[in-house]
């Protein structure tokens, strides 16, 4: 005991000391932690290098869009310093694309060659820019088979919780999501097609947010100063400018269409000559009966009026492996009956996850819908967390219509929580 009093009295007399020891220690620790990871990543990913191709065979290559400016400018050093060497040990020939501004991804999706995968190293803003490019172009059923790598360098990353095990560490995710796109382990996500009055359409895999919860989330930031505080000062302070926060908003649907049967991972062998022939003499003895053109029924839109203080269409990505009997999106919309005690609270859970809603929601699932605003209501919707002028869009679903990379462990982690 006198041995720990007397510790603690050096401590305590040489305390300017003894912070900069704990200090060193704990950079020193994190560095070290760091570079264990790095050195046992590229240790996995040369074995990746080594394998042989045969002699017909191209190294893989890979196209990047990157974006320096995600992660507070350091996502090019993250990527440079952690992925990048990586996937240069397993042999990826990679060609990295930089943008220098908003809206550049997009345009360059529409240059991009043929490439064997598409990697997008950024935050939500870059993957969406990323994939709505990719979808306008012309030859877009061929370029959406490329399978795509996400590496989350930005500060919202809405669908890595979905591919990847997430951790504390920065680093440790970036390594993580990069040794995801060696396995080659792929998962086919849902697209969500999103057409206003006058532009060309927006493609979304999370959703479209719009309310009183999403615009006190854009303005969280200005609060800084309050710190721990900000989050239940930022709802309070809205609710003193105008309560309640209700807004109502037509919704028309379409119902979800029945979801077909999963493709084989391979193909089925081909049949031998012989088995051609009899097919073809068949056909020509006893042709098939040629089936009447189908009538294409109208569609049957129905319409609903809601009351909401939040409305959400998203789609099924938060659990990709999950298997359904519909393909279809969700829409979700919070009752206007909150208190402001309620509205605080379920504002705080919604900073953590925006797909979170209370039980008394009003949820539906539909393979389309119309929102039509009322008339001067203004605002803003989240378009997988991009701000974009609220106004009358029409959504529908394109299921099925990317393949992601994702982590085995993810995965079977996502498989667990069904059963």
């Known amino acids: 005991m006198a041995r720990v009093v007397k510790v603690f009295r050096t401590l305590r007399n040489h305390w300017k000391k003894s912070t900069f020891a704990v200090c060193v220690l704990s950079y020193g620790g994190y560095w070290l932690c760091t570079m264990c990871l790095h050195v046992c990543a590229c240790l996995l990913a040369r074995e990746f290098g080594r394998q042989q191709i045969a002699p017909n065979e191209r190294l893989r290559k890979a196209t990047v869009i990157l974006n320096p400016a995600a992660c507070s400018g350091k996502a090019n050093n993250l990527f440079e310093n952690n ?9 990826v020939e990679i060609t990295v694309v930089k943008t220098d501004y908003e809206g550049q991804a997009k345009k360059l999706m529409e240059f991009m060659e ?35 790598g996400f590496i989350p360098l930005g500060s919202h990353n809405s669908l890595s919780p979905s591919l990847h095990l997430l951790s504390d560490n920065k680093v440790k995710d970036i390594t993580s999501a990069t040794l995801t796109i060696l396995k080659g382990d792929t998962v086919p996500l849902d697209v969500l097609q999103i057409n206003g009055e006058k532009e060309q359409p927006v493609f979304a895999l999370m959703g479209l947010r719009w309310g009183a919860f999403r615009d006190v989330a854009a303005k969280l930031s200005k609060y800084w100063y309050l710190g721990p505080m900000k989050t239940n000062a930022a709802h309070w302070f809205s609710t003193l400018r105008e309560w309640p926060l209700v807004r109502d908003i037509s919704v028309s649907c379409l119902a979800p269409n029945l979801r077909p049967p999963d493709l084989p ?41 809601l009351s909401t203080l939040e409305l959400f269409v998203q789609t099924h990505n938060k659990n990709p492996v999950e298997r359904r009997i519909n393909d279809s999106l969700v829409v979700c919309a919070e009752p206007g009956d909150f208190t402001v005690g309620e509205f605080i609270t379920v504002g705080n859970d919604k900073v953590e996850d925006p797909s979170v809603f209370t039980k008394n929601s009003t949820q539906f699932e539909a393979s389309a819908c119309r929102l039509q605003l009322p008339e001067n209501s203004g605002g803003f919707f989240n378009i997988d967390n991009e701000e974009y002028e609220a106004m009358p869009v029409e959504i529908r679903l394109l299921p099925r219509k990317l393949r992601f990379f994702i982590t085995a462990e993810r995965r079977q982690q996502l498989q667990s929580l069904m059963q």
């Open 114 to 148: 043929q490439t064997d995968m598409l990697i997008v190293a950024g935050g939500d803003g870059t993957l969406q820019e990323v994939i709505t490019g990719l979808l306008r172009r012309p030859d877009q059923d061929t370029f959406s088979n490329i399978p795509i």
């Open 83 to 91: 992925a990048a060497p990586i996937l240069h040990l397993a042999g």
């Open 265 to 305: 991972l391979q193909k089925p062998p081909r049949p031998n000559v012989l088995y051609h022939i009899m097919r073809r003499l068949k056909n020509y003895w006893s042709p098939p009966v040629e089936e009447p053109p189908k009538v294409e029924e109208p569609e049957k839109w129905e319409e609903k009026q």
